[in-house]
């Protein structure tokens, strides 16, 4: 028998190891969840009995994870997105719904697994879609915003089947006077929590706040959360309806985003222990004895829900393109597809071994999501005919706007900090072309006169089209770290000799993005500590002048590449009328070149007043090179010094004059 303390060592153990093994994959850590209950569990290994201790934990964990759904909610967000929150989700989940439940009903399973199975398949998965979404970059795309539309929808469609699904345990005769008894309490709660729990909600948090204590405002958060899911449960409701309220409630005050910080480590260990709880309950030989079943549930509502999908989002007006996409990402189960089918099977409403071969089936599309999201590009280009034209067109304005500039800079992405840079650099008279994935930016910019064009900067012909191999410089001006390096990797391959400045959040990522071939690399933390210094240092009497100098000196050692725009830098001159101001320039040692098989040392760069900040090559970057490096065909110099200078340099190293 194991006793809880065992249980949790056991629970905690696995979870460890199946999110670190998944993590190095690159797949949702969920799915790890689910093989590794399977594995701990009682129909495996059998190290994990089934107890009530697991059921707690497992309910614990959808308390947190309806909570966060609670939080999440805003009418305005519902609003602004109401043709896919309402008209694509409200028609999604009742039709598939009713396609679940005439199913079940053909194949004879009755009209309360009928309920339950047409409920758990109008679910998908909001915690690998969204990820995934988010990794690609296509949260502000057509179908970005078309699916997280439909999963909003979604998971406020779990409640109602919350309250439905244990009214249905019992006796036939008396589910009528149950349904009503749990409906009533329902619409009485809510109505009384929603318009009087308001007022008390934000001034209790109030009174917390001032206090100025944090571990006073998160035990007050699980208070609010755990005392209103015992609320509704001892009205005989379920938990999760309770923590979805309290959701709701804090979400409408000025307190949400600090709640949510402070909730998120519990509602992911809670969330995960879930799983594995879900993954325990697969009794790994009814699905053997059910292997035909298992794959037919597995097969058939996938290709019945990516249909659906389909089909009605061009019901609504959606591209044939963004209609494939948006099914192929919404055909696999969900998470909350799980709680309904375990809430069924606990209420006694689903039979175990049906509840075993759905629960497979399951986990199978859930399993294969991944996969399925990440070729969703190939598949539609090979199915919608019309998305090649639509690629193509969108290649062809890059291409005749790329066609037109020369020494212009890429920015990839144009939010703020694109738009300040943009804005800057048409100041310095250096064309600009901007690529960016959210069309309604794309179109207010376009027609404000700006050069900015809808395009995956991670694309290689996106990148071909825009002029990549004539451009002086390109700057990433986002901080998503995986998306920079695809950039990098294809800037590279197309022209190596072109200087790719990188924005990320902190130091953690420089090494990856250097080594990656990014000339320079600009950690926000970083520049805003200077910022803070430098208003510090005025604030307290220091000199203008001593602080510019200051805050020079500080980048010159941070950024070798820069220090050249500090170095001869005075208040009254900017060095740029005699050329002594220092420049960089990158050379390509072509095969032909004078240099190439020779050293540093042998060029003798420094008599000519250049240094030689670094030399890229295909595998690596060399940062500061010694006078013994040996050049080769291929190889990219960054150098330091006057235009002269530079000028007989490049001479040098190409003619050996």
Not at 70 to 93: D, H, I, N, P, W
Not at 266 to 288: C, H, S
Request: charged residues 20%.
């Amino acid at each position: 028998m194991t006793n809880t303390l065992e249980l949790v060592l056991i629970l905690l153990a696995s979870a460890v190891l199946v999110v670190a093994v998944f993590r190095l994959v690159h797949l949702p850590p969920l799915i790890g969840y689910l093989i590794a209950g399977v594995a701990v569990g009682p129909y495996a290994l059998g190290l994990i009995p089934q107890s009530d201790e697991a059921r707690y934990l497992a309910e614990f964990g959808v308390v947190f994870l309806m909570f966060s759904i609670g939080l999440e909610f805003s009418l305005a967000k519902m609003l602004q997105m109401r043709r896919a929150v309402f008209a694509l989700g409200g028609s999604q989940v009742l039709i598939t719904f009713a396609a679940g439940f005439a199913g079940s009903l053909a194949l004879s399973l009755g009209w309360k697994a009928g309920i339950v199975l047409g409920a758990a398949l109008a679910m998908s998965s909001t915690a690998i879609v969204a990820r995934m979404l988010s990794e690609r970059m296509q949260l502000d795309t057509p179908h970005g915003r078309e699916v997280m539309g439909i999963l909003l929808f979604q998971d406020l469609a779990v409640v109602p089947f919350l309250v439905l699904i244990p009214a249905l345990a019992g006796e036939e005769a008396d589910i009528a006077p149950r349904l009503l008894s749990a409906a009533g309490k329902a619409a009485i709660i809510l109505l009384v929590l929603l318009f009087i729990g308001q007022r008390i909600m934000r001034t209790w948090f109030s009174v917390v706040a001032k206090r100025k204590s944090n571990e006073l405002f998160i035990l007050n958060v699980l208070l609010i959360t755990l005392g209103l899911a015992y609320v509704t449960e001892r009205a005989g409701l379920s938990l999760a309806l309770g923590a979805f309220v309290a959701g709701m409630l804090i979400a409408e005050t000025e307190y949400r985003h600090q709640v949510e910080d402070d909730i998120k480590p519990f509602r992911e260990v809670l969330l995960g222990l879930f799983f594995v709880t879900v993954g325990m309950q697969l009794n790994l030989n009814a699905v053997w004895d059910n292997l035909l079943l298992v794959l037919f549930l597995a097969i058939v509502p996938v290709v019945l829900k990516f249909a659906i999908v389909s089909l009605l989002s061009r019901a609504w007006g959606s591209s044939p393109g963004t209609a494939l996409r948006n099914g192929l990402l919404l055909a696999q189960a969900g998470e909350f597809g799980l709680v309904i089918v375990a809430l069924a099977l606990a209420t006694g409403t689903l039979q175990g071994p049906l509840a075993q071969a759905v629960t497979a089936a399951m986990l199978i599309s859930m399993i294969a999501a991944p996969f399925i999201i990440h070729y969703s590009d190939r598949i539609v280009l090979r199915w919608a005919s019309s998305e090649w034209m639509m690629r193509s067109l969108e290649l062809h304005r890059i291409a005749v706007q790329g066609l037109r500039t020369e020494g212009h800079v890429i920015l990839c992405g144009y939010g703020r900090t694109g738009q300040r840079l943009a804005h800057l650099l048409d100041r310095a008279g250096i064309p600009t072309m901007a690529l960016d994935l959210d069309p309604d930016r794309v179109n207010e910019a376009t027609e404000a006169g700006e050069h900015v064009l809808f395009g995956d900067a991670a694309r290689r012909e996106v990148l071909g089209a825009a002029g990549v191999r004539r451009a002086a410089a390109l700057i990433v001006t986002f901080d998503d770290t995986r998306a920079a390096l695809r950039i990098l990797a294809h800037a590279r391959e197309i022209n190596p000799a072109m200087p790719v400045v990188v924005r990320t959040r902190d130091d953690s990522d420089i090494e990856r993005l250097t080594a990656a071939g990014a000339a320079e690399v600009v950690p926000e933390t970083f520049e805003s500590s200077l910022m803070l210094a430098s208003h510090a240092l005025i604030l307290l009497g220091v000199p203008l002048r001593q602080v510019l100098r200051q805050v020079g000196e500080v980048r010159q050692g941070r950024y070798r590449l820069l220090r050249g725009f500090f170095e001869g830098r005075s208040d009254e001159k900017t060095g740029t009328e005699d050329g002594s101001e220092l420049r960089l320039r990158s050379v390509r040692l072509a095969k032909a070149c004078h240099a190439v098989g020779r050293t540093l040392a042998e060029m003798k760069l420094e008599s000519l007043g250049v240094s030689v900040e670094a030399v890229r090559r295909s595998e690596m970057r060399i940062r500061s090179p010694g006078p013994e490096t040996k050049l080769r065909e291929g190889d990219v110099l960054v150098l330091l010094g006057g235009v002269t200078g530079l000028l007989a340099a490049e001479m040098r190293l190409v003619q050996g004059e």
